[in-house]
T-cell receptor, first 114, second 113 residues
Framework: DSGVTQTPKHLITATGQRVTLRCSPR?????VYWYQQSLDQGLQFLIQ???????AKGNILERFSAQQFPDLHSELNLSSLELGDSALYFC?????????????FGDGTRLSIL | GQQVMQIPQYQHVQEGEDFTTYCNSS?????IQWYKQRPGGHPVFLIQ?????EVKKQKRLTFQFGEAKKNSSLHITATQTTDVGTYFC?????????????FGSGTQLTVLP
């Protein structure tokens, strides 16, 4: 058990809809990362937050947004969903924001767009 | 842009055979991390290498960081069925003013009993 909690585990919705994925980091970790993993694809970094502030941005679409709340949990909002957004979305956390921190991953949210 | 490349993409071995996956970066890395993702699971941190030429061992797993800090390898001796999964390397790359981990595409290891 990594200590990172993601909800929901599965999400099925239709094109054009909007969903929110939730992540609670490991106790004591201040940094949260979001990744997208499509079938046969590697881990694509989306965005990082540290102590409530956006720290780094990756290949995140404009239809996607995220935030980290004062209690350090984070939410990833995906809107105007397309078939290609079907993927496994992972949240990870680390103690600090620097790039030498081991990241601890949650179990992921599997998003299916019909 | 900066890339972290990993080969091979797939590897099938008989149980008991050795396995190696290679990671190459287009730029010098300050550190490199390795993760394992079991089928249906999430990536799990294995190790981090920081020093040029560093070698670290975890039981049957040997991790190396190249002298130029642009490549790394993971070698598994005498594979077991529990080694099945996808192995990712990850190195810091610049994203605007910040640096973040870029994951390689992974090597999916299948161990045949």
């Amino acid at each position: 058990d990594s200590g990172v909690t993601q909800t929901p585990k599965h999400l099925i919705t239709a094109t054009g809809q909007r969903v929110t994925l939730r992540c609670s980091p490991r106790s004591g970790d201040l940094s949260v990362y979001w990744y997208q993993q499509s079938l046969d694809q590697g881990l694509q970094f989306l965005i990082q937050y540290y102590n409530g502030e956006e720290r780094a941005k990756g290949n995140i679409l404009e239809r996607f947004s995220a935030q980290q709340f004062p209690d350090l949990h984070s939410e990833l909002n995906l809107s105007s969903l397309e078939l290609g957004d079907s993927a496994l979305y992972f949240c990870a956390s680390s103690l600090h924001w620097t790039d030498n921190q081991p990241q601890h991953f949650g179990d992921g949210t599997r998003l299916s767009i019909l | 842009g900066q890339q972290v490349m990993q080969i091979p993409q797939y590897q099938h071995v008989q149980e008991g055979e050795d396995f190696t996956t290679y990671c190459n970066s287009s730029t010098t890395l300050s550190n490199i991390q390795w993760y394992k993702q079991r089928p249906g699971g999430h990536p799990v941190f294995l190790i981090q290498l920081v020093k040029s030429g560093e070698v670290k061992k975890q039981k049957r797993l040997t991790f190396q960081f190249g002298e130029a800090k642009k490549n790394s390898s993971l070698h598994i001796t005498a594979t077991q069925t529990t080694d099945v999964g996808t192995y990712f390397c990850a190195g810091p790359t610049a994203r605007g003013s910040a640096r973040q981990l870029t994951f390689g595409s992974g090597t999916q290891l299948t161990v045949l009993p």
